[in-house]
Every structure is written in C-alpha cells, then in structure tokens.
C-alpha cells in the first residue's frame, strides 16, 4: 500500500505554513500513502458488534451506545482500554486455510457474503482447540462445519471481533457461513464498501474481517480458487476481483455474475473486489519471456481520459522490473481502479490494484508537474508490491517494513531512472526530514520494525515507510547495486510464496555477499534519529587526513538508551582551488561509538564533503563556516550536498533571524548565501529543477526540528523576513531567471525533465517576488494566474503564492483564489482538494476562520478522505496558524477529531498526530494542546485508532 500523500495525520505531511512553490513543493513531494504519516483502526466500537439469526440484541451491525453484548446467554463484556499486541508474542495460528470460495450478492442496503473455507489443523495442535476467527461489523446469518449446521452453544464471541468455535475437529475440515452486510453504510472504508456509486474494498490491514470470519492475519496464505459476484447489471456492469476472470454471464431479472480465480496463495488482505459503473482504457504489456498481459484501468466514465499517464507509467514499471531485478509479471491480465473515498493512496491486491484517484488522474489540465511524477511513483510502488508484498508477504503486521520499506525504496529507484537521480534524491530526503525525523523525535517514535501496537493502521507511518527505504538504501550503499541484486535474488529463491520476517530478508543480503550484518539488525529495533559527530584534521607533512566520526542517539519511549548502528558514511575531498576531487570516494562504515579514518596521499587541506547522497538517515553535526558552505554549494561533485549546503545555510539564516525577531531586532542575510544563490540563478548549465530546489528554505517542520523549543509565531515571521530580504537583494536576477523560463508561445505541454524544470525555476522566482508585495511583482503573479498560456502547475504556484498576501496583496489574493475555483476547481474534487489547501496552510490573520467557513462548502465532505486531509490537516501543518497562542487553533481541530472518529477512525487518528509533539512547545502552549488530547481522550466511544495516538502523546504526562 502507498500511503496517502499528505501528512497532517496520516496522510502524507504537509507544512503547508509554507507559501508558494515551498509549499507546492513540499505538499505535493511528499508521498507516502496506504495509510503513511500516521495512523488508524477499532476498539470494541459498539458499531462492530456480531450477530446471528437468534441474536435478538443485535440484530443489525450498527453502532449503540453500550459495550455489552449477549448472544443467546454468550455474554462478552469488553475492557474499557484497548489491548495492545507485541511482536514477541507472535505464535503460528492452530490452523491453515488451504482454499477459498466466495459468493458475493450485491444487492441495495445489503450484501450476503456467503463462504466456503478448507481448514487444515496444524501438527500437533490438540483436536478440541476451539478455532478463533475474526469477524467485525457483519450479521451472522449461518455457520455450519463439514455440513453439519451449528448452533449458538458451537460457538461464541469471545471478543466483540472475535468468533469462537468450539472443537474438536478433525485434520482437515471444511466450514462455510453466510454474513450480511452494509457497505453503503460503512464510512470506516474498511472492508466492502460504496464510493461513488461504485462497491470496493480495502483490506489491509485488517479490513477482511469485516466481509466474513477469516483467519485474518498476514501469514495465513490461501488459495481463492472461486470467487462468484453477482450485482445489478444496470448499476454494476463491471465486476471484479482478483487473478483471471473464469466465468461470466446473465442471471435474468437484470442481474449477472463473474467468477474469478486466483492461482497464487495469497493473505486475506490482498483480496479485492469492484463493481460498479466505469469507464476505462485497455492496453497490453508483452513480458520478457513472450506472455501477453491483458491491462486495463477503470475510472469512473468522465474521468477516462485522465488515465493515459498511469497506462504508460505501468508499463514503464513493468519493463524496469525486468531489466533492474529480473522480476516478470505472473498474472494473465492486471487490472487499476480508481476511486473518490480511499483512506490510503493506493492498495497492492494481487492483479487488482484500488487507487485514490489522486494517485491515477492526471492530464495537462487536471495535474501539476508534480502530479505527474506522483502518479508514476504510486502506479509503480503497487506493481512492484507484486513481488516485494505480494509473491513474498509479511508473517506478521510488526514485520511491515520488510514490504512497504523495500516497496518504496524500489519505486524511488524506479523514479530516478524515470526522471533525475539528483533531483529525486533531494525530494525524498526533504520530506523524510520533514516528516519522519519530526516523528522519530515525538512520543510515536518507533523502530520501523515496531514492538507494539493497539490499532495496526497507526503504524503505517513515514518511520516504516520512508525510514524502512532509507534502511534498504543502506544495504545497497554498503553492498553495490551487484551484491544488493545477489541479495535480492536469493531471497526471492528462498521465500516465495511465503509470509516472512526482516531477519529473512538481512539474512539473505548477508549470506548472498558473505557478509556480517548482524549490527545492521538496529535499525530494526532502534527508534531515533542517529546523530553523527564529524571532525576532521589535516597534517600537511604527512600527507594525510584524517576524519573523526561519533555516533550517538537520544532516548525514545521504551528505549532510554541506545547501541551504536552501523553507519555507511560516504565521504570525498575537495581541493579549496577548484573543486577538485582529491581522492576517490569512500564509503566509510561507522559501526563504534568513535572512528578515525585516514586518507593517505592528501595534497592539501581539503573541504570534506561529508555524507554524500544521504548514505544514512542520520542527523550530521559538522562545524563549517557560511563559506565553506557556499564553495560546496558552487562545487561539490555531489549534487545532493551541493543542495544541503544550501540548505544548511538556509537554516542557519533563519534561526539566527528567528532570534533577531525575539530581540526585535532586523533580520538579515549573509553574504555568502546571496552570492550563492545569485550564482545558481545564473548558472546556465544546472539543471533547472536542482537549481529551484537549492534556491528553496526548508519547510518549517524541519526548521522545527534544530530548535529545543519550538516558537511558531518567531520562526514564521523569521523564514517569510528572510525570503523577503533575499528577494529585495536578488530581485534582477529573479526577474531575469523569470523571463528567461518562460514558456515558448504554441509549444504543447510536456512533462519531461527540461520542460519541469523550467516551470519549478520559473515558479520560484514567482514566490519570493510576491513575498515583496509590491504592485509589479503581485501583477506579475496576478497575470500568471489569469494567463491561458500557464499550464496548471503555474496557475497552482501563483496562487499559492499570492494566498498569504495580506494589505497590498489582499484584493489579489482573493481574485486568485475566486478564479482558481471558478476555473479549475469548482466541479473537480481533486483540484478543489488543492483549492482547500493552499487557504488553509496560507499565512494571513484570519486562515482560521476561513478554514472553518470552508466546512460548510457545498463541495466539502469531511467523509471523504482526501478533502478531510486537504483541509483539516493541511491546517494542522500550518505552524503559525494552528499554534495561535490563544489555543483556537487546537480546539478547532480537536472538535475536528471528535467529530470525524464517529465516521472515519482511521482518519481521525492520522490527523490527531498533529498533537504528538507537544511537548516541543513553550509551555502555555503545551497546556492549552494537553487539555484538547485529554478531551479528545476522554470522549465517549472513542475509537481504538484515536486512543492510540492520543494515549501515546499523553504517555507521562
């Protein structure tokens, strides 16, 4: 699964405190989604309650307002607290699931769900061990083993998710039920349910349970060999699931059926099924061994034409998986869906992908630049699950990252080989920083192999995610491409068709190279951001220099000390003169607390260029002056820390101006990083979309991060101060780069990296203009808006810009923002998601109250994921807005949370982790966000998915 590319709970991260291209960039850069930044899933909701024929209580699935349930005198009275689980509890289930068959009967305000299950008793387990399913939200209708029909004394609910059946029972057995349920009710988006018209499912991480009792757990691996779904052939004329189609035809009374059969075992969390009304595009991938794959994506008919991108995306990954890793698709046809309610960005099921249509549409009109690269990144990461997820699966939720981790790390690849490497890598790094290193240091920190947890849902985090790619990106750094490709290899020839562990996966890199990777083990148990301590000395006489390396990582929950991690650290020398590479790269492996390294052979007291490509997800202290910084930012060999140089002075420019606006003092700007971003405006031969991202501030959450306590209102005023100075000072060099990008009259759109890269150059230029406000450079954004000639990223970062306009720019801001809903918006739910952004993480007086009138928007639904995310979340990501020392900010959200747990917990506890760090702020602060949690807390029925986030963040309190 690919998380959902906004973060404010998660949903990918947003500062949308950030203006402009800033914020365009960072927003929209940032992807992590099945469920990424933070979080969800149940406790005992008195919506989830089972029930059967004879069980007059509860007849129907739907929430009550009493955790008390009988069942023909089989009482369970659920805890008060929700249980967590621990990784080193796990045990093999007492039985296996060999086959599957399924009949599924569609029809209006209900669905049967009827069953058909092949057990087989593990060895060794006692015949009269009772068999413990999981089933929520569902009516039992029928249950009955090896024909013999049951009875309530057969079974009971030993939990309000937990059917029990009382044994004995023989080796192998066959049970079938028959459940109904309500999709059209069910806004959770777990399970079966109706966006749109149209009836999908979500199953990962525990959503099956709520279409039929099941061994609901990755390692249960079985067979589907029928799956029948009949619907109205009116209403739903496309019916689907997983693997080959088998059968098909009419069922008279105006409905049909289709039958489908999976030849691969597969987890119950991989199971999906469609029907509904859609339009889609076909076309087909011949693989490297001559098998023609039949593939077909599905929207929704007047979204059809938005799909050509994600087409030519999928078989651009289909063939880059051939030639990277040798891996060849397996399935005669694979098909996409894209739907408007989806609680993540994307779903892996095998042969039949679910996508948030924000992960699939994109056309020249609908999609920025950045859009784009995100459909291709997405449509890439769940083929690619088709190996790393789906042949070779999890043996258990703790075990996440060894999917989704090595998912991502292969769709980042994917994307450099696609578009930059450089730029890519830049991209990836900022949001990680933005977004994970902020998570690692508040009280959800965890290994990305966590220990425990209450809701699974809350850990599909940036930690697994992002942090779990960073993880795998070492292998490959301290490996080679060669030996990391051994490795992988030798795990497939190993494991597939399994449900596996991480330690199989180090396991098989150590024994493919012959290598000792039993330290590398930390990084699955330690949680924290590692920082490295780096010195350097040069002795002229001998030649030589030599680099000191420390290590160390601060406390997290549960772990108040940590082992040294091994570290690769990739280092080159450069000649102060020119540049010049004084010896040959290294990739130095840290592995004790301190190290000395020594380069032999040095003719002179070289700049260090330290840490290259990111070579670990680690925090860098490195004592280096501004001009240091700026000759690495004019000369290093290695494009990512020419960009961290930068970035670098950036964040030592605005933390010395935060501080300039506590004393009242006037902010400034060092020489050496004008001079330095003058020269790459200037520079004619950068490539253009490096130059925008080196000429770019770090977002405030990572600016955040190097301050002990976090003043929003100082920072803020700090970072929009600075860029304002730096436009005053490099004003003609802005306007000339402006007109310089601008594009060609009659030239079709494009999204190749040239054509990319002029708009993000162009585009902040545009942002720090405006920060002026003044009449010339707010006209010129005004007329980037209106202009026919912008494509829709320009119109997008124009708009930005001018949101946090305030006094001279307010009638512009406004006219923007009228135009771009009239224009793009109105009618559109993805663009009018981006409309709800860019106001509510703008920086002006009244963004509160804006944000709040924009609940009752005709085109708003807190039910659906994305425009939840859009708003409520992009709020919470604005630094100065939502942290208003008088508190309205925070109880707005909290009312927010309240209010959307009732309908979407899983949404409600991603967006309740814009509370988790608030121990980082001063303390009239930190009382007025404890006070929302603890109402949050101690509402009634609160969700399993919110009392996880919100009991972690309170934890010690």
């Not at 949690?933 to 101690?938: A, G, P, Y």
Request: glycine residues 6%; contains cysteine; proline residues 5%.
């Amino acid at each position: 699964v690919r998380t959902c590319a906004f973060r404010g709970g998660h949903s990918m991260h947003s500062d949308a405190s950030i203006v402009g291209f800033s914020s365009q960039f960072w927003l929209e850069q940032a992807v992590n989604e099945h469920p990424s930044i933070p979080n969800f899933q149940f406790m005992v909701y008195p919506n989830s309650i089972p029930s059967d024929s004879s069980c007059s209580q509860a007849k129907s699935a739907r929430r009550i307002p009493i955790q008390k349930f009988e069942c023909d005198g089989n009482e369970f009275n659920p805890t008060t607290t929700p249980a967590e689980k621990f990784r080193k509890d796990y045990k093999l289930p007492d039985y296996s699931i060999k086959n599957v068959e399924l009949t599924f009967k569609i029809q209006t305000g209900s669905t049967q769900v009827s069953s058909t299950l092949k057990f087989k008793r593990k060895s060794g387990v006692d015949p009269s061990t009772p068999l413990r399913l999981d089933a929520e939200d569902l009516k039992l209708n029928a249950l009955a083993v090896n024909g013999r029909t049951l009875t309530t004394s057969d079974y009971k609910w030993a939990q309000a998710d937990v059917l029990e059946i009382a044994g004995p029972f023989p080796d192998e057995f066959t049970l079938t039920t028959d459940v109904s349920i309500k999709p059209e009710e069910n806004t959770q988006l777990s399970g079966l349910y109706q966006s749109s018209g149209v009836y999908c499912t979500q199953c990962e991480a525990e959503g099956f349970r709520r279409i039929t009792p099941f061994l609901d757990r990755p390692d249960v691996m079985a067979s589907y060999v029928r799956v029948r779904i009949e619907a109205d052939k009116a209403a739903c004329p496309v019916l689907l699931s997983n693997g080959n189609l088998v059968e098909k035809g009419d069922l008279g009374g105006g409905r049909h059926f289709a039958v489908w059969q999976d030849p691969f075992p597969k987890p119950s969390y991989l199971f999906a099924l469609v029907a509904g009304d859609l339009g889609s595009i076909k076309d087909s991938f011949t693989t490297k061994s001559g098998r023609k794959v039949a593939l077909e994506i599905f929207s929704e008919h007047d979204k059809v034409g938005q799909l050509d991108w994600a087409m030519a995306s999928l078989k651009q990954a289909m063939q880059w998986d051939e030639e990277r890793f040798g891996l060849e698709y397996d399935l005669d046809v694979y098909n996409i869906v894209a739907v408007s309610d989806f609680n993540m960005g994307a779903m892996e099921n095998k042969g039949l992908n679910v996508f948030n249509t924000s992960c699939v549409l994109a056309s020249p009109t609908t999609a920025t630049d950045n859009d784009y690269e995100r459909v291709q990144g997405v449509i890439a990461h769940e083929y690619f699950h088709n190996w790393t997820g789906n042949r070779v699966t999890c043996r258990d939720w703790f075990q996440l990252t060894l999917k989704e981790g090595l998912t991502v790390f292969r769709d980042q690849q994917f994307s450099m080989d696609m578009t930059s490497e450089a730029v890519k890598r830049v991209g990836d790094v900022g949001a990680l920083r933005a977004y994970q290193f902020p998570e690692d240091s508040g009280p959800m920190a965890h290994p990305i192999r966590p220990e425990s947890y209450i809701a699974m849902d809350n850990f599909y985090t940036s930690t697994v995610y992002e942090k779990g790619a960073e993880v795998i990106g070492m292998y490959q750094t301290l490996l080679g491409r060669v030996g990391f490709r051994k490795g992988m290899d030798l795990y497939f020839k190993r494991h597939d068709g399994t449900a596996v562990t991480c330690d199989d996966f180090r396991a098989a890199m150590a024994d493919a190279n012959g290598v000792d990777l039993t330290q590398f083990e930390r990084w699955y148990t330690q949680a924290g951001t590692p920082q490295v301590k780096a010195s350097g000395t040069y002795d002229a006489a001998a030649r030589r220099y030599t680099l000191q390396l420390e290590q160390s990582c601060g406390p997290s929950p549960g772990q108040p000390t940590k082992l040294p991690y091994h570290i690769p650290v990739r280092v080159g020398l450069l000649g102060r003169a020119n540049g010049k590479e004084l010896c040959a790269e290294r990739v130095l492996e840290l592995r004790e607390e301190r190290q000395e390294f020594v380069f032999e052979g040095i003719s002179e007291a070289p700049v260090a260029s330290i840490l290259r490509g990111f070579s670990a997800p680690v925090k860098l202290v490195f004592d280096q002056s501004d001009e240091e910084l700026a000759f690495l930012m004019g000369h290093d060999t290695d494009s990512f820390n020419r960009w961290e140089a930068g970035q670098k002075l950036f964040t030592r420019t605005v933390l010395a101006n935060a501080e300039a606006v506590r004393a009242g003092r006037p902010v400034t700007v060092p020489g050496p990083l004008l001079d330095a971003c003058r020269r790459t405006l200037e520079d004619p031969v950068a490539e253009r979309s490096l130059k925008a991202y080196a000429l770019t501030m770090p977002p405030l959450a990572t600016l955040a991060e190097e301050t002990t306590t976090v003043d929003p209102e100082s920072l803020s005023v700090a970072a929009r101060q600075t860029r304002r100075e730096m436009a005053k000072a490099l004003r003609a060099s802005l306007e000339a780069a402006y007109r310089d990008n601008l594009p060609v009259p009659g030239q079709p759109f494009r999204v190749d990296q040239e054509a990319v890269g002029r708009r993000r150059i162009k585009n902040v230029c545009i942002d720090y203009l405006v920060e002026l406000e003044d009449q010339p450079a707010i006209a010129l954004a005004l007329q980037q808006v209106k202009s026919e000639s912008s494509t829709l990223t320009d119109v997008l970062a124009a708009t930005a810009a001018l949101a946090s306009c305030s006094s001279a720019g307010t009638a512009a801001r406004e006219e923007a923002l009228a135009l771009f809903y009239s224009k793009y918006a109105k009618g559109n739910d993805l663009l009018f998601c981006k409309w709800l952004r860019i106001q509510a993480g703008a920086d002006f007086d009244d963004c509160l109250a804006r944000v709040d009138a924009l609940l009752q928007h005709p085109d708003f639904s807190i039910k659906n994921p994305n425009k939840a995310r859009a708003l409520i979340g992009a709020f919470s990501g604005n630094l100065r807005r939502f942290h208003a020392a008088d508190g309205s900010g925070y109880r707005w959200l909290a009312d927010r949370l309240i209010e959307l747990d009732k309908i979407n917990p899983k949404s409600a506890a991603r967006m309740a982790s814009a509370f988790a760090s608030f121990r980082r702020y001063d303390s009239a602060r930190q009382a007025l966000m404890r006070a929302q949690l603890e109402r949050v807390r101690d509402t009634p029925g609160l969700s399993k998915d919110s009392f996880e986030i919100v009991g972690r963040s309170l934890k010690d309190d």
